[in-house]
């Protein structure tokens, strides 16, 4: 097992690479992430009894930030015009009937379109 300071330093880490991945665009929001989570940090700055519960709850972030967090952009020129979406390879994606199921093993059988 990882030392707690190597492995707050490596969740540290994946939560800078997954805001710089769901915020590449958007400069402002991107600072202000790393920001947080620098502050976070910070604040927990000494090992103690909840320090693996600290570092994984920056790993789940990471993950939500890497896999569910989508921007959307518009035209700079055009503000009546249609969202743009900026999805990753690695964004979460599923369809309305996944949802609907609620996290019940159901085998769905819809046809080829």
């Known amino acids: 097992m990882a030392t707690p300071s190597l492995s707050a330093l490596s969740a540290y880490r994946q939560v800078l690479r997954a ?6 665009d958007d400069f402002n929001v991107l600072i202000a992430a790393r920001t947080e989570a620098r502050k976070q940090f910070d604040q927990h700055k000494r090992t103690g009894i909840d320090t693996p519960m600290q570092i994984q709850h920056a790993l789940e972030a990471a993950s939500i930030l890497r896999h569910n967090i989508v921007q959307g952009a518009r035209d700079a020129e055009d503000q009546n015009g249609k969202w743009e979406l900026r999805i990753h390879d690695e ?9 609907k199921i609620g996290g019940k093993n159901v085998k769905l059988h819809k046809p080829c379109s």
């Not at 964004?91 to 949802?99: A, K, L, T």
């Open 19 to 24: 805001t710089r991945l769901a915020f590449r």
């Open 91 to 99: 964004i979460e994606r599923g369809d309305n009937d996944s949802v």
